[in-house]
């Protein structure tokens, strides 16, 4: 059996070899690294990375310099250049034998005045003040920009208060908010933040239009991780403070959350660098043992791509830093081995073309028209501040993020101050600019600018306006706002949504913080208390109930039961229904009998029990077969009917091809059933891959609000051909093991968590591999959704399906 050393990673592009450079002894636990204006190498070794008490390597990092000592092309020959530093993870050139080197708690740049091998030059750039200590989470991505300034990304820094302090005495300073772009001169002065929203932007790089990307090492409960174009300003949804998790309803991953941007592409886990070579993006995924590139495809004024792998190594295959050489060959270090404590293993590598490999141009696509206009709202001086508010009403999220940068680089603000604007999205602008400002620069603020703002907010009949403003206060603790907050809830039509974030908020203000977990008890002890307030509404308490998740332990399923009478709103006993369902007990179930055999409960309300019994139709047949019969209302014996047959199509009607939309619509496009539909939703399977109004799973994507992004035929070309476009969210992997079986899933666990690798099936169920079982990891072009699910149901059932899809999110 070979050992780590001699099994090679896989190469997947035939114009690319692979060669090993250098291994452990000679290098260990490699992470940052880069080429010098001669074409040396130079690769960081980390020895503080939570070394063990037994380790007996150097009490601080080193930085070696491979060179070609024979003039043969081949890094041969290693030498020390530096000693020292504790948690060393970046490192870039910054010409005339300067380097810039972040650590955790540094930015310094090193330099061999003396032309010896040895860095004697050492000078300070950057300070990161702050309590935290975890290796890489503080300072980290790093990348020199072509205006001459140095950009560096810290983490989330655990949500700690902190000072980035420049040579100058020039600072930002925060807490809570997650991981940050700032950049600096090279001297270290002015120290300025460019976006935040992170987990922990570990690789930076500008592409060839000048573009800054960012590979996000993301965390816990949300992957894929994300490559994203950062822009002046952005906030790409993370904040620390709402919990690790990255699920609290003011957080988002993807550019849900009003004034948040969306990933380019997502990428394999524990993604730590990105850099353009030809005419892709290449990231290194330490998570997925890959090395991964991206082509881009325009998107408004930014752009989508989709993973292509390059190199796919084993277990054993830990990529982290690359760097190019002038001969267009990429360098990149290897950790090896998926401890995170430092373990004596390491190695560098070099990626070059075969002989007679055609060259790509080294260049990514120009900027498009509208990314031509998004740098004019940006950065143009003549841009006047009525052209930056009409462009806060695009549809873009890039356009509307550059008129924020604008009005806020070009003290536009000043003039716009607190006054009242016609249009939405313009006061969401408006907000999200004083707010930016604020972060940058927290006394440039008055809070009663801020408090002004934040209860027009809270007043206004926008939800994205109300949204802005309620996570505006919660980030500020401001609790004087909790009345008028709370009262929200006494709006009977508060958005889903909106609700949410209202009751997350709450909680916030009242308790000083958020859990770190998936589950918040703060947050479920407020909608247990709610949905149990029978002087609320109907539909509130049902949207309370909707927000609990299926294993809360209260309201019990008697209780729940209770609340539904002759009495009940619809809106309430739908959502008590469905979360019986969801809990899937001996008790729920017997609840839902008692539900459906209730002739004073309304009849759509028993027909949702009924189809609730058919995972357990056998156990109840008494009750479905005496609610299929004649003198039934003919909602009960319809749901009762398609119970006892749920496994059998009964329709012989000739079905068109799946690419033959037009002809699937004629027959299914037109049903107005929503209940119905909604019951096919949940009866059928859809639920165990897709969540609607809080019940399901996250296998696929959430179709709450599915009716306001995609019409009736786009809806059913998704179920029919699911594989035609699939979110960077939902790519499922295929997982080659050492006994020969392909498995397929999304992953759910985070790297270095565990020894098993953990995957949701097409089934909604979790399954586990162990890692030293697998063989090869791929990301798959198909689906995880499952081709023919027409065929599981009749034809009426497909269209109450599409008719329930369809409806307007209330």
């Given at each position: 059996?070979?050992?780590?050393?001699?099994?090679?990673?896989?190469?997947?592009d035939?114009?690319?070899?692979?060669?090993?450079?250098?291994?452990?002894?000679?290098?260990?636990?490699?992470?940052?690294?880069?080429?010098?204006?001669?074409?040396?190498?130079?690769?960081?070794?980390?020895?503080?990375?939570?070394?063990?008490?037994?380790?007996?390597?150097?009490?601080?990092?080193?930085?070696?310099?491979?060179?070609?000592?024979?003039?043969?092309?081949?890094?041969?020959?290693?030498?020390?250049?530096?000693?020292?530093?504790?948690?060393?993870?970046?490192?870039?050139?910054?010409?005339?034998?300067?380097?810039?080197?972040?650590?955790?708690?540094?930015?310094?740049?090193?330099?061999?005045?003396?032309?010896?091998?040895?860095?004697?030059?050492h000078?300070?750039?950057?300070?990161?003040?702050?309590?935290?200590?975890?290796?890489?989470?503080?300072?980290?991505?790093?990348?020199?920009?072509?205006?001459?300034?140095?950009?560096?990304?810290?983490?989330?820094?655990?949500?700690?208060?902190?000072?980035?302090?420049?040579?100058?005495?020039?600072?930002?300073?925060?807490?809570?908010?997650?991981?940050?772009?700032?950049?600096?001169?090279?001297?270290?002065?002015?120290?300025?933040?460019?976006?935040?929203?992170?987990?922990?932007?570990?690789?930076?790089?500008?592409?060839?239009?000048?573009?800054?990307?960012?590979a996000?090492?993301?965390?816990d409960?949300?992957?894929?991780?994300?490559?994203?174009?950062?822009?002046?300003?952005?906030?790409?949804?993370?904040?620390?403070?709402?919990?690790?998790?990255?699920?609290?309803?003011?957080?988002?991953?993807?550019?849900?959350?009003?004034?948040?941007?969306?990933?380019?592409?997502?990428?394999?886990?524990?993604?730590?660098?990105?850099i353009?070579?030809?005419?892709?993006?290449?990231?290194?995924?330490?998570?997925?043992?890959?090395?991964?590139?991206?082509?881009?495809?325009?998107?408004?004024?930014?752009?989508?791509?989709?993973?292509?792998?390059?190199?796919?190594?084993?277990e054993?295959?830990r990529?982290?830093?690359?760097?190019?050489?002038?001969?267009?060959?990429?360098?990149?270090?290897?950790?090896?081995?998926?401890?995170?404590?430092?373990?004596?293993?390491?190695?560098?590598?070099?990626?070059s073309?075969?002989?007679?490999?055609?060259?790509?141009?080294?260049?990514?696509?120009?900027?498009?028209?509208?990314?031509?206009?998004?740098?004019?709202?940006?950065?143009?001086?003549?841009?006047?501040?009525?052209?930056?508010?009409?462009?806060?009403?695009?549809?873009?999220?890039?356009?509307?993020?550059?008129?924020?940068t604008?009005?806020?680089?070009?003290?536009?603000?000043?003039?716009?101050?607190?006054?009242?604007?016609?249009?939405?999205?313009?006061?969401?602008?408006?907000?999200?600019?004083?707010?930016?400002?604020?972060?940058?620069?927290?006394?440039?603020?008055?809070?009663?600018?801020?408090?002004?703002?934040?209860?027009?907010?809270?007043?206004?009949d926008?939800?994205?306006?109300?949204?802005?403003?309620?996570?505006?206060?919660?980030?500020?603790?401001?609790?004087?706002?909790?009345?008028a907050?709370?009262?929200?809830?006494?709006?009977?039509?508060?958005?889903?949504?909106?609700f949410?974030?209202?009751?997350?908020?709450?909680?916030?203000?009242?308790?000083?913080?958020?859990?770190?977990?998936?589950?918040?008890?703060?947050?479920?002890?407020?909608?247990?208390?709610?949905?149990?307030?029978?002087?609320?509404s109907?539909?509130?308490?049902?949207?309370?109930?909707?927000?609990?998740?299926?294993?809360?332990?209260?309201?019990?399923?008697?209780?729940?039961?209770?609340?539904?009478?002759?009495?009940?709103?619809?809106?309430?006993?739908?959502?008590?229904?469905?979360?019986?369902?969801?809990?899937?007990?001996?008790?729920?179930?017997?609840?839902?009998a008692?539900?459906?055999?209730?002739?004073?409960?309304?009849?759509?309300?028993?027909?949702?029990?009924?189809?609730?019994?058919?995972?357990?139709?056998?156990?109840?047949?008494?009750?479905?077969?005496?609610?299929?019969?004649?003198?039934?209302?003919?909602?009960?014996?319809?749901?009762?009917?398609?119970?006892?047959?749920?496994n059998?199509?009964?329709?012989?009607?000739?079905?068109?091809?799946?690419?033959?939309?037009?002809?699937?619509?004629?027959?299914?496009?037109?049903?107005?059933?929503?209940?119905?539909?909604?019951?096919?939703?949940?009866?059928?399977?859809?639920?165990?891959?897709?969540?609607?109004?809080?019940?399901?799973?996250?296998?696929?994507?959430?179709?709450?609000?599915?009716?306001?992004?995609m019409?009736?035929?786009?809806?059913?070309?998704?179920?029919?051909?699911?594989?035609?476009?699939?979110?960077?969210?939902?790519?499922?992997?295929?997982?080659?093991?050492?006994?020969?079986?392909?498995?397929?899933?999304?992953?759910?666990?985070?790297?270095?968590?565990?020894?098993?690798?953990?995957?949701?099936?097409?089934?909604?169920?979790?399954?586990e591999?162990?890692?030293?079982?697998?063989?090869?990891?791929?990301?798959?072009?198909?689906?995880?959704?499952?081709?023919?699910?027409?065929?599981?149901?009749t034809?009426?059932?497909?269209?109450?399906?599409?008719?329930?899809?369809?409806?307007?999110?209330?």
């Amino acid at each position: 059996m070979p050992s780590f050393a001699e099994e090679m990673p896989r190469v997947l592009d035939s114009n690319w070899q692979l060669t090993q450079i250098a291994s452990e002894p000679d290098l260990v636990t490699p992470t940052g690294c880069c080429l010098d204006d001669h074409g040396r190498l130079l690769a960081i070794e980390c020895h503080t990375h939570f070394p063990p008490d037994d380790y007996d390597g150097p009490k601080t990092d080193r930085i070696y310099r491979f060179d070609d000592s024979d003039g043969d092309g081949v890094l041969d020959r290693q030498r020390l250049f530096h000693e020292g530093g504790v948690a060393t993870m970046n490192i870039v050139n910054l010409g005339e034998g300067w380097f810039a080197v972040s650590t955790r708690s540094e930015l310094v740049k090193l330099r061999d005045s003396d032309d010896d091998g040895i860095a004697d030059q050492h000078v300070v750039l950057l300070t990161h003040k702050t309590s935290a200590n975890y290796p890489h989470n503080g300072l980290g991505g790093l990348t020199l920009g072509p205006d001459g300034w140095l950009y560096v990304g810290q983490g989330e820094n655990f949500g700690e208060p902190y000072q980035l302090i420049g040579s100058d005495g020039s600072k930002q300073v925060g807490g809570g908010e997650g991981g940050n772009v700032f950049r600096c001169k090279t001297d270290g002065t002015r120290v300025e933040r460019v976006a935040t929203g992170f987990w922990n932007p570990f690789g930076l790089c500008f592409d060839s239009a000048n573009r800054l990307w960012a590979a996000g090492n993301d965390p816990d409960s949300m992957p894929p991780n994300r490559l994203m174009h950062i822009v002046p300003g952005g906030d790409y949804g993370f904040q620390f403070r709402f919990g690790r998790a990255g699920i609290h309803p003011l957080q988002s991953w993807n550019g849900e959350f009003p004034g948040t941007l969306p990933m380019m592409a997502g990428t394999g886990e524990a993604a730590c660098a990105v850099i353009q070579l030809d005419s892709h993006l290449w990231v290194t995924s330490w998570g997925d043992n890959r090395i991964e590139r991206y082509s881009l495809d325009p998107k408004g004024a930014s752009w989508t791509s989709k993973t292509e792998v390059v190199v796919q190594g084993d277990e054993n295959f830990r990529p982290v830093a690359m760097a190019i050489a002038k001969d267009g060959s990429l360098y990149f270090t290897d950790w090896v081995d998926r401890s995170y404590p430092v373990h004596g293993k390491g190695r560098l590598w070099r990626l070059s073309r075969v002989a007679d490999a055609p060259i790509e141009t080294n260049s990514l696509p120009g900027f498009t028209v509208a990314e031509k206009e998004a740098s004019q709202l940006a950065e143009s001086e003549t841009t006047t501040l009525d052209g930056r508010l009409s462009a806060l009403q695009s549809d873009d999220p890039f356009i509307r993020q550059a008129a924020i940068t604008g009005l806020v680089g070009h003290d536009q603000l000043t003039a716009l101050g607190q006054k009242a604007l016609p249009h939405a999205q313009q006061r969401v602008g408006q907000m999200l600019a004083w707010r930016w400002k604020e972060l940058c620069d927290p006394a440039s603020v008055p809070a009663t600018t801020r408090e002004a703002l934040i209860t027009a907010g809270l007043e206004a009949d926008s939800d994205a306006v109300v949204l802005t403003a309620l996570r505006w206060a919660a980030e500020r603790m401001c609790k004087e706002q909790l009345p008028a907050i709370t009262a929200l809830l006494k709006q009977d039509r508060l958005s889903p949504p909106v609700f949410s974030a209202t009751i997350a908020t709450i909680a916030y203000l009242e308790t000083g913080g958020a859990s770190g977990k998936s589950r918040d008890p703060a947050i479920e002890k407020r909608l247990i208390e709610f949905a149990g307030d029978t002087t609320r509404s109907a539909r509130l308490r049902g949207l309370a109930l909707q927000r609990l998740p299926s294993d809360a332990t209260s309201p019990s399923d008697q209780e729940l039961g209770g609340y539904v009478d002759g009495k009940t709103g619809r809106e309430l006993s739908l959502e008590v229904v469905r979360l019986l369902v969801a809990r899937g007990t001996d008790h729920s179930f017997d609840e839902l009998a008692n539900i459906a055999a209730n002739e004073m409960v309304d009849e759509q309300t028993r027909a949702d029990a009924i189809a609730g019994l058919s995972p357990k139709a056998a156990s109840y047949a008494a009750i479905i077969n005496r609610l299929s019969l004649p003198k039934q209302p003919a909602i009960l014996r319809a749901e009762a009917k398609r119970v006892r047959n749920t496994n059998v199509r009964r329709d012989n009607a000739a079905r068109p091809s799946r690419e033959n939309i037009a002809g699937w619509m004629q027959l299914v496009g037109h049903s107005q059933q929503v209940d119905a539909g909604r019951r096919v939703f949940f009866r059928r399977g859809c639920s165990n891959c897709h969540m609607h109004s809080g019940r399901g799973t996250n296998t696929g994507p959430d179709l709450t609000r599915v009716a306001g992004q995609m019409t009736r035929p786009r809806m059913l070309e998704s179920i029919l051909n699911p594989s035609k476009e699939v979110g960077p969210l939902y790519v499922p992997w295929n997982v080659l093991t050492s006994d020969g079986h392909v498995l397929t899933g999304l992953k759910m666990d985070r790297p270095g968590a565990k020894n098993r690798l953990r995957l949701q099936g097409a089934d909604g169920n979790i399954f586990e591999v162990p890692r030293e079982q697998i063989e090869q990891l791929q990301p798959s072009e198909k689906s995880i959704m499952p081709v023919g699910l027409e065929d599981s149901m009749t034809l009426d059932e497909l269209a109450d399906l599409i008719a329930f899809l369809s409806e307007s999110d209330s």
